[in-house]
Each structure stands twice: as structure tokens, then as C-alpha cells.
């Protein structure tokens, strides 16, 4: 089976930085995918890892370490669009397994 | 190129009915997946869909079902209703071989059962 843990909630300042971490425990690994969810809307992809280390795109970053199972996505300089729901998910054997997702709450 | 179209994006049923979702993939795609995604629990995968077979399942009760066609378009059905199915149930196309994997979701279907 499937285990992936992230934190519920984060709050953070408008310009700031956030780290969302990801934990996870798979039977196989194929890839970790972050990816964002406004509200009502449908969850987008921000992100793949399949190797160690950190893939940079813009003001997101996301680095794996498959060793630990762990995973982290950086947001940079948050602006108040970053207010959504962020899912971290798993490609184990045949199935992308998803996180409750965390979501972040960005303030002025 | 169109994205993943779910319909109906609403509905209300009360339990013991039925109901039908569908989902059309992007264009070329021909793997579509089913997710249920409730408040506290996150995106549960129900089955996916490959070329008309139903490749993998998840861990749900037999009342729920699905299917795919030749042109891709996928159904999903859920029989004698329970409360406890109320939630938005997403598509998610991809092509299915090769590539990351990447899943490309629609806005999905949100059940309210009474």
C-alpha cells in the first residue's frame, strides 16, 4: 500500500516563503507530482520528480529524496493567487496515489 | 487542444438511486482515471481506464463501476446510493504510455446525496 503525509494547514505572509513537505511510504516508486488546487477548481500540475534532487521552475521548486521518501515544494516570493490546496502524490506500481493535500493560506 | 470535460458538473440524488458521470479525455488521450475526493480524505483512486480495459481498481465497494469507449470517453456509475457518496469525483486523462504519468483533470462532478 500507499502512505503520504503532508501538514493540513500552512498560513504565510504575502512575498514570503513557504515549505510544504511531503513524507511517503510506496510499494514501487515511479515519480512524486506536486500539484495545486483552487478551490472549486481542478488540481493542475506544478511539478515531477523522479530522481534526487531539486527541479526549480519559476517561483516553485520541489526536491525529492527517495532514499528518506521525502519530498518538499518551495514557493517563493507568495503572492495572494498562491492561496489554494497543494497535493502531493505518489506513481507507485500502476496507480498516482494523492496526499490530503495543504493547503496554504497566503495574508497581506 | 480542449481539456478534460466532465459532466455533470452538478447533481443532487437521494440514496438508494443511481447515477451516471462522464468524462471525455484531452484529444489523443486514452487513459482516464477516476478519483473521489472528499474533505478529509483526499483523492481516493476508484479504477483506470486503458484503451477499453479497466486497467487497475481501487478500494471501493462494488457499487461502483465504470467504463470506457473506443473514442476514450469514460463512464462511471454508482448504484444504490449512500449518504457517505457525496463528494466531487474527478476525471483524469493522460496518454497513457510513455511520459511522466502526468494526469490532466477535469473541474469534476459534484454529488450531493440526500
Known amino acids: 500500500g500507499q502512505n503520504i503525509d503532508q501538514p493540513t494547514e500552512m498560513t504565510a505572509t504575502e512575498g514570503a516563503i513557504v515549505q510544504i513537505n511531503c513524507t511517503y511510504q510506496?510499494?514501487?516508486?515511479?515519480?512524486l507530482f506536486w500539484y495545486q488546487q483552487h478551490a472549486g477548481e481542478a488540481p493542475t500540475f506544478l511539478s515531477y520528480?523522479?530522481?534526487?534532487g531539486l527541479e526549480e521552475k519559476g517561483r516553485f521548486s520541489s526536491f525529492l529524496s527517495r532514499s528518506k521518501g521525502y519530498s518538499y515544494l518551495l514557493l517563493k516570493e507568495l503572492q495572494m493567487k498562491d492561496s489554494a490546496s497543494y497535493l502531493c502524490?505518489?506513481?507507485?506500481?500502476?496507480?498516482?496515489?494523492f496526499g490530503a493535500g495543504t493547503t496554504v493560506t497566503v495574508r497581506a | 487542444k480542449a481539456g478534460v470535460t466532465q459532466t455533470p458538473r452538478y447533481l443532487i440524488k437521494t440514496r438508494g438511486q443511481q447515477v451516471t458521470l462522464s468524462c471525455s479525455p484531452i484529444?489523443?488521450?486514452?487513459?482516464v482515471s477516476w478519483y473521489q475526493q472528499t474533505p478529509g480524505q483526499g483523492l481516493q483512486f476508484l479504477f483506470e481506464?486503458?484503451?477499453?480495459?479497466?486497467?487497475n481498481k481501487g478500494n471501493f465497494p462494488g457499487r461502483f463501476s465504470g467504463r470506457q469507449f473506443s473514442n476514450s470517453r469514460s463512464e462511471m456509475n454508482v448504484s444504490t446510493l449512500e449518504l457517505g457518496d457525496s463528494a466531487l469525483y474527478l476525471c483524469?486523462?493522460?496518454?497513457?504510455?510513455?511520459?511522466?504519468?502526468?494526469?490532466?483533470f477535469g473541474e469534476g462532478s459534484r454529488l450531493t446525496v440526500l
Open positions: 483524469a486523462s493522460s496518454p497513457g504510455r510513455g511520459g511522466t504519468g502526468e494526469l490532466f
Open positions: 510506496t510499494s514501487g516508486f515511479n515519480g
Open positions: 520528480n523522479v530522481l534526487d
Open positions: 484529444s489523443g488521450h486514452r487513459s
Open positions: 502524490a505518489v506513481k507507485g506500481d500502476y496507480k498516482l496515489s
Open positions: 481506464y486503458f484503451s477499453e480495459t479497466q486497467r
